[in-house]
């Protein structure tokens, strides 16, 4: 009984949070709310940097990874320290589900659970909240980017196939790319990030290689090419292009593509499937890297990508 209410604990944060108005959302603070997607109220927490008192400010959506919810994501990736430093705002979305903040799913194509049984319509989702919050005097609405965990940087990856014109860059942590098509409009930033000892992943690309994926589906190298052609990225593929990063961590950044929306793939030694640098999901979660804080790696690819810069 009490191993059951410990692995609760975090779901019930979510789920006993009062939806405030967006008025009352402050920098400094994470406050929960809400917006109505056709017949549907979905949530999300959004924490507003200091630098929010100053001006409109980037807006990062962050995606959890499946039977999550948004307050797990905030407590395991750590990102309120990294986005506060840079500036940026961040959008905890939740999922759905059964029960409110309990084991919530995302519907990415052919995957996952209640969400795709039940044809949410999670663009809507993203659509209503970039509009919502671009209504305020808070965010940059021409500078929108998605980053998720697993299933969650699955959408972060549909959303660079479906909304190229609104959506500046993504990063996908242990996600594999979407069993679809995906005909981006315009070139998008892209940031794959993987452990070596990701065998969730490595079984997430053999099923969708079985299921007839298309080859992005099937392994994160593949998905970097596919978004290297996308991109039109016509200069020298850099190895270990990134600096700083620890001596065994991997790189490798695609270089001359269209509009300086680079690409890039970093893998991460004795990493499993977890957020880079971040905590356990539940008690008995697999424990993260603390090699590479995932969370400035994210930002910090996010932030180059402001900047007109391929190197950061």
């Not at 016509?234 to 600096?243: E, P, Y």
């Not at 300086?260 to 905590?279: K, L, N, Q, R, T």
């Amino acid at each position: 009984m009490a191993l059951g209410l410990l692995l609760l604990l975090p779901a019930a944060c979510t789920t006993l949070r009062r939806s405030v108005p967006f008025r009352d959302a402050t920098p400094g603070r994470t406050t929960f709310h809400t917006v109505h997607v056709g017949t549907r109220a979905r949530t999300f927490l959004l924490h507003l940097p200091p630098a929010a008192a100053r001006g409109r400010v980037p807006l990062v959506l962050l995606f959890h990874g499946h039977t999550g919810n948004a307050e797990i994501m905030r407590r395991s990736t750590r990102m309120n320290a990294a986005a506060d430093s840079m500036g940026m705002a961040v959008a905890y979305m939740n999922g759905t589900g059964r029960v409110r903040g309990v084991a919530l799913s995302w519907n990415v194509s052919s995957c996952c659970g209640w969400a795709q049984r039940h044809d949410v319509d999670e663009l809507a989702f993203v659509d209503s909240v970039r509009a919502t919050l671009g209504r305020t005097a808070l965010i940059d609405t021409t500078e929108v980017f998605a980053a998720g965990f697993s299933a969650g940087g699955m959408l972060a990856l549909q959303l660079a196939c479906q909304r190229s014109g609104v959506i500046r860059a993504v990063a996908d942590i242990a996600g594999a790319m979407p069993n679809a098509p995906c005909t981006p409009s315009q070139p998008v930033a892209v940031l794959l990030v993987r452990g070596d000892d990701d065998d969730d992943l490595l079984e997430d690309h053999a099923e969708q290689a079985a299921d007839g994926a298309p080859p992005y589906g099937t392994s994160l190298d593949s998905a970097m090419t596919f978004w290297e052609r996308v991109n039109r990225c016509s200069g020298r593929v850099r190895q270990d292009g990134r600096a700083p990063l620890p001596s065994l961590a991997r790189s490798r950044v695609a270089t001359g593509c269209a509009a300086g929306a680079s690409v890039e793939i970093v893998s991460i030694p004795s990493h499993p499937h977890a957020w880079p640098g971040g905590g356990t999901t539940w008690w008995f979660g697999q424990r993260p890297s603390p090699a590479i804080n995932g969370s400035a790696l994210v930002l910090s690819f996010f932030r180059a990508q402001r900047d007109g810069s391929a190197t950061f």
